[in-house]
């Protein structure tokens, strides 16, 4: 069956650094377009960061030249590298797998990422 399964959330200091992973099972992980979401409270959920089946790479304008996604297709991980946390990236981060030709789309279940000092 398709799984998702986000690690590398936790608690940081402004400023800190953190690397999130998504570990994806169950279907052909290299024809998916890759992407990061997330929601902080009382707010909608919002797209990070893609990384197409190409590599080729989009960002949110929040996080441009902070965050970094890449993929590695040799095992079925995608990555989002975060540096220079603010305490408003504090949101539940999602991995998200989308085919764009047929449209199948999974979701993870989210890691927590809370940027405090």
């Known amino acids: 069956q398709v799984q998702l399964v986000e690690s590398g959330g936790g608690l940081v200091q402004p400023g800190g650094s953190l690397r999130l992973s998504c570990a994806a099972s169950g279907f052909t992980f290299s024809m998916y377009r890759m992407r990061w979401y997330r929601q902080a409270p009382g707010k909608e959920r919002e797209l990070v960061a893609y990384?197409?089946?190409?590599?080729?790479?989009n960002y949110a304008d929040s996080v441009k030249g902070r965050f970094t996604i890449s993929r590695d297709n040799t095992k079925n991980t995608v990555y989002l590298r975060m540096n220079s946390l603010k305490p408003e990236d504090t949101a539940v981060y999602y991995c998200?797998?989308?085919?764009?030709?047929?449209?199948?789309?999974?979701w993870g279940q989210g890691t927590q990422v809370t940027v405090s000092s």
């Open positions: 990384i197409t089946t190409i590599s080729r790479t």
């Open positions: 998200n797998a989308l085919e764009t030709s047929l449209h199948y789309e999974y």
